[in-house]
């Protein structure tokens, strides 16, 4: 069964500080996709970043990165210089055959002026 | 349309009650998802169309949960005989679809459902 985890319910940031949140998953198979999810108040969930895990190299958006790890099956989201409009709930997914998704339960981020 | 529009926005109902929930997708996307997200919880996925027909709908958590695409674009998730336990923003999301979809899924703002 495929199962997603993050283990940090809130996690808090200084503004133009660092910050990762992480996630792991469970899965048997070899090929498939993982991604992080922001949703604001608004309750509008919106793609953050998308990794493939038959690439190796490590996912980067501007301010986001990945850190992949398809032995250990985590993937940890970086968010660089952090900035008040990033304050919500993130979320991990995994897809393997792209038309089911697996979210975890949440991390929610506080950026702190 | 520009986004995925859901209605209504909040619906409040009694135990019992009938209940339906509108999907309008982007347009052009073929898939269409629906997703269950209770309070500290991650979306739970409900069912999946690609076109006019459930691809997959083993999400959906018993016989009083119905939903149906007939055109291949608004969905129409039904609820019958209300339970509280169903209270829950009940989110959409398209996609372009097609085979293996390796994009993103383009969510609405939701749909929140109190049952009370």
């Known amino acids: 069964a495929q199962t997603v985890t993050q283990s940090q319910p809130e996690m808090s940031v200084q503004e133009a500080e660092t910050v990762t949140l992480s996630c792991t998953y469970d899965t048997s198979e070899s090929d498939y996709y993982l991604f992080w999810y922001k949703q604001p108040p608004s309750r509008q969930m919106i793609l953050v970043i998308r990794q493939e895990a038959y690439k190796q190299q490590n996912a980067t958006e501007n301010r986001f990165s990945v850190n992949f790890q398809k032995a250990a099956k985590s993937f940890s989201l970086k968010i660089s210089d952090s900035q008040l409009g990033d304050a919500a709930m993130y979320f991990c997914?995994?897809?393997?055959?792209?038309?089911?998704?697996?979210f975890g339960t949440g991390t929610s981020l506080t950026v702190i002026p | 349309g520009a986004g995925v529009s859901q209605t209504p926005s909040n619906k409040v109902t009694e135990k019992g009650k009938y209940v339906e929930l509108r999907c309008d997708p982007i347009?052009?996307?073929?898939?269409l998802y629906w997703y269950r997200q209770s309070l500290g919880q991650g979306p739970e996925f409900l069912i999946y169309f690609q076109g006019t027909g459930a691809a997959d709908d083993s999400g959906l958590p018993n016989d009083r949960f119905f939903a149906v695409r007939p055109e291949g674009s608004v969905s129409t998730l039904k609820i019958q005989r209300t339970e509280r336990g169903d209270s829950a923003v009940y989110l959409c999301a398209s996609s372009l679809g097609g085979g293996k979809n390796t994009g993103e899924l383009f969510f609405g703002e939701g749909s929140r459902l109190t049952v009370l």
């Open positions: 997914a995994y897809s393997f055959t792209g038309n089911q998704f697996y």
């Open positions: 347009s052009g996307h073929t898939a």
